[in-house]
């Protein structure tokens, strides 16, 4: 198992603890470690001097749960992966199997998905912020995120009457219409979230106990971020221009007009502003489509049994949290062969060892809260 | 009548946490009852008029002192510790020495104590008063020169104790 | 039998007025406490777009109550490797120093339980022994998680026990003595509450009796999103309720404390402005107010038993605006019977003691609305701004008064000269202080000190 | 009434529980306690005394005392946590070494 190119990490019970180290466990059941992680820490007082996660709490067996469901049974399972941003799992797992079949989701079903996955960025963002402030002490933005998400989720009721697990988009398109005022219910979201932002903002940003909680902390090199595979705001926070949006663009992005938030330091305070910046640019990504949104069918024209052709397909999207990635295998029955799924989480955790060395224990929650992590989708 | 009372209840006290501070198998339980013995000699303080005294020694001496020997108790808190033997061997040779020193000191008070003027001849308790100020006047006049030094000593012992404890790099 | 019952009843007089204080506080605490914590549920749900308690009795007015209950019945969990001695100690010994140190606090002119002449000292001293039993209850929890938050917490309390002495020392040398009722009253005659005299000793104890009190911004030892619940982490049920306790009661003390040296203990705002005497009759307004508010709402209740629990408060608010304004009424008739003298007698001690809880209750108003508002400090970082901004900060302070003192005695510059200018010049050095902490803060900064910040890609 | 015998004596039994507690005890940290003992039945002769004659000065030795053991614990308390780092225990007769 264990690669001989790659040195070994040291463990954190490797060596014997000296005079005055402790080993700390955190999780799984733990205030924030956002959900059921758990660390195990090697503490030299409160400094850390080794790190080790231990995941798995939450494993369902998704993937081995695809390869005994069609493929539009499976669909709803990977709602509950990253479980604060359902709609964007069910868009990459939809364009994998379209991508497979080699069908395409009609514009009008692009566009709406795009809306709506935007919004989920943003309420999964929202969410973010608001527990990692929390982690850090204030306790007050929380509330502020929430009202807002609120918002959104609303919306998502409107649509396809799930609030959190959705299930919003089938494969080839969509299920529902847009419901009457859609557009409207969107534009009087975006409009004043702008501010709204900006009242997070002025909470945080310029607080001093923030910037001193924040900025230096869990620092992670462009390099680095590169090596341990990171994606999303955490490789964007080191100063990485990679967005898959952009690279690769998928559903309608390559139509709408949006900026790359980058960080320079790659520490906390960094990825802190890139997710902020990234919210407005979700907002702004959501103004654009909402504004024309083309007429025409919402569902492309697949039969009702999905037999994909044989052969595989790897589909990724930029998820809130990252690279999203399906790696599809068919044998060219109704269900797949082999279902493996890219979980941004997992692969951010990575980088999590690196981060923490040297810090206090005050800062290992600031890192989990930072690097985002789901652990539904950690687990699967 | 309740001078003595509270003299009994204080010194009992004090004498009782003292022998359990030695011979108690756990040190956090030995640094609890040393607190005990202390507060109780805050208490004859009391009783003494040294109001100023009893504070001091209830600030300094329970509220610090005394935190940073529990603090350290804790940083250098061994398990084992407790499952080894806690008296040195020749236990009882100091146990003797010390019974023996006891016999001495207490026959020389018992002589003495005719010399001692009895407790009627004690000035009334109003000469200590204001005791905050008696002392206070008396530390920044007559012993300036020592408070200075103690100052020095308390700068010294501060700085030696960052040394020791300071990791070797 | 009788001449012997009598003779002991006599010696015990003396006792008698103390006794029954001390009882009053010792009711009244947990009462008290229990309110302030839906005062401070109700304060957060309100700034943070929320509603707060609302289930039991009308706005929740009967929460504490039944938190208490709760509390008392749960059951109550030793774990299996705890010290049983220090925890079960550890509770009792948080809570007694808490409320040992009420002891010599002037809630009013009459009401005190012992004027000591050191009575500051014996708060300081007695609220610090309050430490043992954070550090004993998490040392006796045998966990992790407590054990840290139990040597968070010495470490804090001795730093920034010594920055708040400092701050109180200053405040002793504008008085001059150390009887907090001797202190409160030298500022009547001074005329000026010493938070003008003295504004950055002031800053000084606010920040640090936030600290002691483990309340956030500083609040390491119980950090729930870092420790669980730090030195509580393995305590249940009554103990629990105990440390709870115990943690509002020292609120309490150190707003006392900052009350008595710094705002002017049971005085009203600027106490001999003759033309604003009419304040006196604001007390019995406002609780006039908060009946007539409690009468207006009690239509608005959804249930029969919250409409009688409103008229109830309601009628609560009336009784006190009637004790309050009973001896104003009786100060202006003019008959002057003996009744009405002794009544108009109380005046100074029941508004004193009005003028005094309102003024502790803003002051922990203050510390609620800062820990809704920041983030958690770090350790390090709260040790750095203890023992290299407020510490300095704080002896540089404390001479700038005596500094002020000097001149306005030994030179004869008026008081109104004196301590405004020593201010001014210790808020200069604060602030070169805080100049250079900052620029070492950022030559120090830990970026990329494990792991380089090269970019490529 | 309570002559300045009782405190003496008092004294005495501290200072002898100090000293038994010194020369019999191998735990370093129980050993620095036993010290703190005996330098607060010092202080209770000081400051009987000081009631006896009717001056204060007792008090102020019993202040340079605490001030003293204050100086005492914390360079103590130094030398034990800077021994335990390198050996691991906290038991004076093992602590044979002159240098490390």
Redesign the interface.
């Known amino acids: 198992m264990a690669d001989p190119r790659i040195p070994a990490a040291p463990r954190v019970e490797a060596t014997v603890l000296g005079a005055d180290e402790i080993i700390l466990n955190m999780g799984p059941q733990h205030p924030s470690t956002h959900g059921v992680l758990r660390v195990k820490l090697r503490l030299d007082g409160e400094k850390v001097v080794g790190s080790e996660c231990v995941v798995g709490y939450l494993h369902r067996g998704v993937e081995k749960i695809a390869e005994h469901r069609s493929y539009q049974q499976f669909a709803p399972y990977v709602d509950r992966m990253d479980y604060v941003a359902a709609v964007s799992n069910g868009l990459g797992y939809c364009e994998a199997v379209e991508k497979l079949m080699a069908v395409e989701a009609p514009p009008r079903a692009r566009v709406v998905r795009t809306i709506l996955t935007e919004l989920q960025r943003i309420a999964s963002h929202l969410v973010w912020l608001g527990t990692h402030a929390l982690d850090i002490g204030a306790l007050t933005p929380l509330f502020y995120c929430f009202r807002e998400r609120e918002e959104i989720l609303k919306i998502f009721e409107h649509y396809c009457g799930a609030r959190l697990t959705t299930h919003a988009f089938r494969i080839g398109g969509l299920q529902y219409e847009t419901y009457d005022g859609f557009e409207k219910d969107v534009v009087q979201f975006c409009e004043p979230f702008d501010k709204r932002v900006d009242d997070y903002e002025a909470l945080l940003t310029s607080n001093r106990i923030w910037l001193a909680r924040t900025k230096g902390i869990g620092v992670l090199s462009a390099k680095d971020a590169i090596d341990c595979g990171a994606s999303g705001p955490v490789i964007r926070g080191s100063g990485v221009k990679w967005d898959i949006r952009k690279a690769m663009p998928y559903a309608a992005y390559s139509d709408y007009e949006f900026e790359i938030p980058t960080g320079e330091n790659g520490d906390t305070f960094d990825r802190y502003m890139v997710r902020l910046e990234e919210m407005r640019q979700s907002r702004k990504i959501c103004l654009q489509a909402v504004a024309k949104i083309p007429a025409g069918p919402i569902m492309a024209r697949i039969g009702k049994v999905l037999k994909p052709p044989p052969g595989e397909v790897y589909h990724s999207i930029e998820a809130p949290k990252g690279e999203l990635g399906y790696y599809i295998v068919s044998d060219g029955t109704t269900q797949p062969y082999r279902v493996r799924i890219r979980p941004p989480s997992l692969i951010n955790l990575e980088a999590f060892d690196k981060m923490v060395r040297g810090h206090l224990i005050a800062d290992v929650v600031a890192i989990i809260g930072t690097l985002d992590i789901v652990l539904g989708e950690v687990d699967r | 009548m309740l001078d003595r009372i509270v003299f009994d209840l204080f010194a009992g006290l004090a004498i009782l946490s003292a022998i359990l501070v030695v011979t108690r198998r756990n040190v956090i339980h030995s640094a609890i009852f040393l607190i005990t013995a202390l507060l109780a000699t805050a208490g004859i303080f009391l009783q003494l008029h040294a109001e100023f005294l009893f504070i001091v020694q209830i600030i300094l001496y329970v509220g610090g002192i005394m935190v940073l020997f529990v603090f350290v108790i804790m940083l250098v808190n061994l398990d084992v510790a407790l499952h080894q033997m806690q008296f040195r061997r020749q236990w009882w040779v100091g146990l003797l020495l010390a019974i023996a020193l006891g016999a001495e000191a207490t026959a020389a008070i018992y002589i003495g104590r005719l010399g001692l003027p009895g407790p009627e001849t004690a000035p009334p308790a109003s000469v200590l008063e204001p005791n905050t100020e008696l002392v206070g006047h008396a530390l920044f006049t007559g012993y300036m020169l020592p408070f200075e030094i103690a100052s020095v000593l308390l700068l010294v012992a501060m700085i030696g104790a960052v040394v020791m404890a300071k990791r070797r790099t | 039998m009788t001449h012997a019952l009598q003779a002991s009843l006599e010696a015990l007089k003396p006792f008698l007025l103390p006794l029954i204080y001390a009882v009053a506080i010792v009711a009244v605490l947990p009462l008290l406490a229990g309110y302030l914590v839906l005062m401070e549920r109700k304060v957060m749900a309100h700034m943070q777009v929320r509603l707060g308690p609302v289930r039991v009795g009308p706005h929740g007015l009967l929460q504490p109550i039944a938190d208490a209950f709760k509390l008392l019945l749960k059951e109550d969990i030793t774990p299996e490797n705890a010290d049983r001695l220090v925890f079960w100690l550890a509770p009792m010994l948080s809570m007694t120093a808490a409320m040992l140190a009420l002891a010599a606090v002037p809630f009013g002119p009459g009401f005190q339980i012992a004027d000591l002449n050191i009575g500051l000292l014996f708060v300081v001293g007695i609220s610090s022994m309050g430490i043992f039993g954070i550090v004993l209850g998490g040392w006796a929890s045998n966990s992790h998680y407590s054990l840290i938050g139990a040597l968070r917490s010495a470490a804090q309390l001795v730093s920034y026990e010594t920055a708040a002495g400092m701050a109180v020392v200053g405040a002793l040398l504008l008085a001059g003595t150390l009887s907090l009722r001797n202190i409160v009253e030298m500022q009547e005659n001074t005329g000026v509450w010493f938070i003008i005299a003295a504004p950055v000793g002031f800053f000084i104890y606010l920040v640090a009796s936030i600290a002691e009190t483990n309340r956030a911004p500083f609040d390491m030892p119980e950090a729930e999103s870092e420790l669980v619940a730090g030195y509580m982490t393995e305590f249940s049920g009554f103990r629990w309720a105990l440390y709870f306790l115990a943690e509002y009661t020292n609120m309490i003390v150190v707003a006392s404390i900052a009350t008595t040296l710094f705002l002017g203990g049971w005085l009203r705002p600027f106490p001999t402005t003759h033309w604003l005497n009419f304040l006196d009759w604001l007390p019995a307004a406002l609780m006039l107010g908060l009946a007539g508010y409690c009468l207006y709402r009690t239509p608005k209740q959804p249930v029969a038993i919250q409409k009688l629990v409103m008229v109830l408060v309601a009628g609560m608010f009336a009784a006190f605006a009637a004790i309050l304004l009973a001896p104003m009424v009786a100060t202006h008739i003019a008959g002057a019977t003996s009744m009405a003298l002794m009544v108009a007698s109380w005046k100074p001690a029941l508004l004193g003691g009005f003028w005094f809880l309102l003024k502790v209750f803003l002051y922990i108003y203050l510390f609620m609305w800062l820990r809704f508002t920041f983030p958690r400090y770090r350790f390090d970082q709260l040790m750095r701004l203890g023992w290299q901004f407020l510490i300095p900060v704080s002896i540089v302070n404390v001479m700038g008064i005596a500094l002020g003192l000097a001149l306005h005695r030994q030179w004869g510059w008026p008081y109104g000269v004196a301590l405004p200018t020593t201010t001014v010049i210790t808020l200069l050095i604060a602030a070169a202080l805080a100049r250079t902490g900052e620029k070492k803060e950022k030559d120090e900064a830990v970026v990329g000190e494990f792991w380089g910040t090269g970019r490529d890609a | ?10 004294s ?10 010194v ?5 370093v ?2 050993i ?3 010290i ?2 005996i330098l ?1 039945a010092v ?2 002769n000081l ?2 005394f ?8 007792g ?2 030795f ?3 005392i ?10 103590g ?6 021994f ?3 050996r ?4 004076a ?1 093992e602590m044979d070494l002159l240098k490390w």
């Open positions: 009434m309570i002559g300045t015998g009782h405190y003496l004596f008092l005495l039994a501290l200072f002898l529980i100090g000293v038994v507690g020369v019999t005890r191998r735990n940290i129980i620095l306690m036993s703190e003992l607060n202080n209770i400051v009987a000081s009631r006896l004659v009717g001056s204060v000065e008090h102020v019993a202040i340079f605490i001030t003293d053991a204050a100086a005492e614990a914390a360079v308390l130094g030398i034990i946590i800077a335990f780092r390198n691991e225990t906290v038991l007769d």
